[in-house]
């Protein structure tokens, strides 16, 4: 079933649009936010716009798809883009960010002090929430720079597509907050008060700050502390101004999801949360939706097939055996036609391997092709419900393909399907 056209995503308006500067392809994990993120990117770029691609994830699988050797924190220029746009890829180095910030807003000699420090290494490489706030922090230094006219973001994998919304204001408070405070106390206080609200602060850390001890921790935090606020002022602020970007008019969300329960329900948990904090919300890509070239032939029917083939005495495969029901020779002999079909005289040729296994082979596909239906089947209902649940909601649908896009041509082909609204399965 079709969706409704006054549901369908109509991609091409959006990223051609020259007042859409960002896009920001969210999701929860493992639902292909990165294809996404990269056919959108390519399709911008062949279309006309200047466009740069953010990722951050791991996988490294947009640079592959690129054919970039290796992603860093620089944007690198992808070859083999056709028409006359330009497209730019990068992958999110956290620490770099990290370091960059320092370095843009201290003198040499305090940010030798700040990148040394140990509490800012065990910050830097793996606080939780960091990696989100970096994303945010990268997307404000690209889009500051005006030099792309588009700028594609592929979201971190997180456990939970809100953490890129919440991790900004999380880092922020943590670094502005009370937890700082705590463990800058003890200086002032000295002795055994201080170690006592020292043990407090300790017992309160976790990952990799919990692992730093006693005063060298205290030491190390009031030289991070000290150097941050006389350099470049609190982490909220800068939150703040990242999340009001979000926020801007030339920012567009889209929200990825795969046609299953739970990523459809973090998907209208996120659309939701996306329209309560004011959020330029532009639909919802359907992604690896499945098809079937003869969805004429329902599950029931296919299977009742099988069936026939795999044991003919179950259902009679054709209209000439009905008329066995109802033959005037009720006895069941030897010389009823019945009995000359099962069992045929020695001269008759007798059903062969190949034909049995032409039949099973036969079987299989049909089962087979029931499962794909009953799959096509609970996709529907899904995402049924979910419409019912957001009927507001503009919807792509992307066919699921048989391999991983690993090239320009696969991402190509994303981007036409994404556009054309086409979940069919690809072409031969």
């Given amino acids: 079933m079709s969706l409704d056209p006054a549901r369908v995503l109509d991609v091409d308006p959006l990223i051609d649009d020259p007042k859409t500067r960002i896009v ?34 791991p996988a490294r699988r947009l640079a592959q798809s690129m054919g970039i050797d290796s992603l860093d924190n620089t944007p690198r220029r992808v070859k083999g883009v056709e028409g006359d746009g330009e497209l730019h890829a990068m992958m999110l180095d956290m620490k770099r960010t990290f370091d960059e910030i320092v370095e843009a807003h201290a003198d040499g000699e305090r940010a030798a002090v700040i990148l040394n420090n140990p509490f800012y290494q065990s910050l830097s490489a793996g606080f939780a929430g960091t990696q989100e706030y970096m994303a945010m922090e990268k997307l404000g230094q690209l889009r500051a720079r005006d030099e792309w006219d588009l700028i594609v973001v592929d979201t971190p994998p997180s456990r939970s597509a809100l953490d890129f919304l919440d991790a900004p204001k999380r880092l922020g408070s943590f670094l502005d907050g009370r937890l700082i405070r705590l463990l800058t106390a003890p200086a002032k206080l000295g002795g055994r008060a201080g170690m006592k609200f020292l043990n407090v602060g300790m017992s309160m850390m976790t990952g990799t700050l919990g692992k730093l001890l006693g005063g060298q921790l205290l030491k190390d935090v009031q030289t991070f502390v000290a150097a941050m606020d006389t350099t470049f ?7 703040d101004a990242t999340y009001k970007l979000l926020q801007a008019p030339g920012t567009a969300f889209l929200v990825v999801a795969a046609p299953e329960r739970d990523a459809l329900r973090e998907a209208a ?20 939706v499945h098809g079937s070239g003869a969805a004429q032939l ?25 008329g066995l029901r109802n033959s005037p020779d009720p006895s069941g002999s030897s010389d009823s036609p019945a009995s000359q079909t099962s069992a045929p005289d020695e001269g008759s040729p007798a059903t062969t391997d190949t034909e049995r296994s032409v039949d099973q082979l036969t079987a299989d596909l049909l ?3 029931a499962e794909r239906m009953q799959l096509l089947s609970r996709e529907q209902r899904t995402r049924d419900r979910f419409t019912a649940l957001h009927p507001e909601v503009a919807v792509a649908e992307v066919a699921a393909l048989p391999g991983d896009v690993h090239d320009l041509v696969g991402l190509r082909d994303i981007g036409d399907r994404l556009a054309a609204n086409r979940p069919e399965l690809p072409e031969s």
Avoid: W
Wanted: glycine share 12%; with cysteine; net charge positive.
């Fill in 269 to 288: 948990y996120f659309v939701e949360r996306l329209a309560a904090e004011d959020m330029p919300f532009a639909g919802l890509v359907l992604n690896r």
């Fill in 367 to 369: 089962k087979l092709h």
């Fill in 298 to 322: 329902s599950a029931e029917r296919a299977l009742a097939a099988a069936e026939n083939l795999e044991d003919a005495r179950i259902v009679d495969q054709d209209d000439g055996k009905a």
């Fill in 24 to 57: 920001v392809c969210c999701g929860s994990g493992g639902v292909g936010k990165t294809t996404t993120a990269a056919a959108l990117g390519l399709r911008a770029a062949e279309r006309g716009r200047r466009v740069v691609v953010l990722t951050i994830d």
């Fill in 233 to 239: 002022g609190g982490f909220r602020t800068r939150a």
